[in-house]
């Protein structure tokens, strides 16, 4: 099993499955979210009693992180299908992805059996700024604590698009026209 990301480090990037009520299924890739934080909620299954009360209080708390400009992803191993059932039983409305085969799980440091709960807040620059991995994932991190990490983050730094810089024109020198005799 591979280690936790520490601080600091470049989050493993990944793409996966997911769907959003009202958006339909797409491909969630964690690098084009650069700019801005993202929350990764790591969670064991849908409609399990502690992961049902975790992603309902992030539902009902979902206007604090989204307005420090935090996206909130749930992550865990259950197929967009069940994820689509579980939105719908419970009114979530933030996108759930599906790591089926347990790839991001194992390169974010989490097991099959334990660890299986973390939060992972990586910063506008894509870097982990916040890890917390519960063992038994009998608890979870409240909102405010989350939200919390998120205010302390640096404000990104608006991304202008690069000016497109015109080509220089060079001058091409024409052979002279010289009239030669032979």
């Known amino acids: 099993m591979a280690t ?7 989050a ?3 793409t996966l499955p ?25 969670y064991p299954g849908d409609e399990t009693p502690v992961c049902t009360k975790q992603l309902c209080s992030y539902q009902s708390d979902l206007q604090v992180l989204e307005g420090l400009d935090a996206t909130l992803w749930g992550i865990s191993a ?3 299908a069940s994820h689509k059932r579980f939105q719908q039983n419970r009114g ?3 996108p759930l992805l599906a790591d089926v085969d347990n790839a ?3 390169t974010y440091g989490l097991g099959s059996l334990l660890n299986r709960r973390a ?31 998120l205010r302390g983050l640096p404000k990104a730094a608006p991304v202008y698009p690069s000016e497109a810089t015109p080509a220089k024109k060079t001058a091409t020198r024409r052979p002279s026209k010289k009239n030669t005799l032979s």
């Open 4 to 10: 936790t990301p520490a601080l600091g480090d470049l």
């Open 12 to 14: 493993p990037d990944f």
């Open 18 to 42: 997911g769907t959003t009520p009202g958006q339909g299924d797409r491909d969630f890739t964690l690098s084009a979210e650069q700019g801005h934080p993202v929350v990764l909620a790591f």
């Open 78 to 80: 259950q197929d967009v």
């Open 92 to 94: 979530l409305t933030f």
């Open 104 to 106: 991001v799980f194992k």
């Open 119 to 149: 939060i992972f807040v990586i910063d506008a620059d894509g870097r982990i700024a916040y890890a917390h991995v519960h063992r038994l994932g009998v608890t979870y991190q409240k909102t405010e604590q989350i939200a919390e990490v």
